[in-house]
T-cell receptor, first 114, second 111 residues
Framework: DAMVIQNPRYQVTQFGKPVTLSCSQT?????MYWYQQKSSQAPKLLFH???????NEADTPDNFQSRRPNTSFCFLDIRSPGLGDAAMYLC?????????????FGPGTRLTVT | KQEVTQIPAALSVPEGENLVLNCSFT??????LQWFRQDPGKGLTSLLL?????REQTSGRLNASLDKSSGRSTLYIAASQPGDSATYLC??????????FGAGTTVTVRA
């Protein structure tokens, strides 16, 4: 029944140690998004994939990378996590990028950096 | 740049009272507006999507209105219950793929 799945739900990593977060979807949607949400703040879009086409937001740090090996899966890689990267990371999908499309969110991964 | 504001940031009501949550946005040229619910430590659950051509959407006890010209949307939750306690976020879609989110209103319904 789950449509957008994120693993793990909770991730603890050490300062500077690379970490990968995973997102998968059963909706067969063309677009997958990664958002960062810090406590009591609005979600902030990091990047998105339209099919295999990667689109980075202008203010997304180089420390954040993403991979989409197939339609169903998308990964968020943080190369050298800092304390400021501790946040909830949300994956979302939409059928297309047309303005009327609805975005569907996963349950999120809570990242702690020690 | 589209800015989305939700006031108040937090709200506490007794059970049974109707909830009124406000969302305002600076640029009225939007394609749609979406209301989400977020439980503590969880992801976003979509509640209602209003297209720019619509004035309101209803789902059960929830009703959302949209007034594009004034840059406002209101989410009404009738007969609130303790299970309605959560953070409610609104997001507008200006016309491309991006959603511009508000920071949310955290609602507590007291039993």
């Amino acid at each position: 029944d789950a449509m957008v799945i994120q693993n793990p739900r909770y991730q603890v990593t050490q300062f500077g140690k690379p970490v990968t977060l995973s997102c998968s979807q059963t909706l067969n949607h063309n677009v997958m998004y990664w958002y960062q949400q810090k406590s009591s703040q609005a979600p902030k879009l990091l990047f998105h994939y339209y099919d295999k086409d990667f689109n980075n937001e202008a203010d997304t740090p180089d420390n954040f990378q993403s991979r989409r090996p197939n339609t169903s899966f998308c990964f968020l890689d943080i190369r050298s996590p800092g304390l400021g990267d501790a946040a909830m990371y949300l994956c979302a999908t939409s059928r297309d990028r047309l303005a009327g499309g609805e975005q569907y969110f996963g349950p999120g991964t809570r990242l702690t950096v020690t | 740049k589209q800015e989305v504001t939700q006031i108040p940031a937090a709200l506490s009501v007794p059970e049974g009272e109707n909830l009124v949550l406000n969302c305002s946005f600076t640029d009225s040229a939007i394609y749609n507006l979406q209301w989400f619910r977020q439980d503590p430590g969880k992801g976003l659950t979509s509640l209602l999507l209003i297209q720019s051509s619509q004035r309101e959407q209803t789902s059960g006890r929830l009703n959302a209105s949209l007034d594009k010209s004034s840059g406002r949307s209101t989410l009404y939750i009738a007969a609130s219950q303790p299970g309605d306690s959560a953070t409610y976020l609104c997001a507008v879609r200006p016309g491309d793929y991006k959603l511009s989110f508000g920071a949310g209103t955290t609602v507590t319904v007291r039993a």
